[in-house]
């Protein structure tokens, strides 16, 4: 069983930049695909970006593409998500998910088997 964390949300005055952080607690995700969603107030939880188990393919939403980069460092059991740029709209709770296997899945939480509490994101005006 993964258990996995994210960590660095906070309030960034629009424009600015955060960096979040994911690890394992427990297990490890090396091998699997990751990913971020995030849930807004009064929203659904929506997909914003994944990466693949290697770090060679990423896929992002096009409302972050120009401004989001997720990367991962395998060595450090650790998923990333660099956001730049960041607007009032990206204000939401944060998640980091992991598929078990090595084909990607996709971006529907369905297909995501371990999930993170979440970290705040607030992007003030």
């Known amino acids: 069983q993964v258990q996995l964390v994210e960590s660095g949300g906070g309030l960034v005055q629009a424009g600015g930049s955060l960096r979040l952080s994911c690890t394992a607690s427990?297990?490890?995700?090396?091998?699997?695909?990751a990913a971020w969603f995030r849930q807004a107030p009064g929203e659904k939880r929506e997909f914003v970006a994944a990466?693949?188990?290697?770090?060679?393919?990423?896929y992002y939403i096009d409302s972050v593409q120009d401004r989001f980069i997720i990367d991962r460092d395998n060595g450090e059991n650790a998923v990333y998500l660099y956001m730049r740029r960041l607007k009032p709209a990206d204000t939401a709770v944060y998640y980091c998910?992991?598929?078990?296997?090595?084909?990607?899945?996709?971006?529907?939480?369905?297909?995501?088997?371990?999930w993170g509490q979440g970290t705040q994101v607030t992007v003030s005006s």
């Open positions: 998910a992991a598929q078990s296997g090595q084909v990607y899945r996709g971006p529907l939480e369905k297909e995501y088997d371990y």
């Open positions: 427990r297990g490890s995700f090396v091998n699997y695909n």
């Open positions: 990466i693949n188990w290697e770090g060679l393919r990423t």
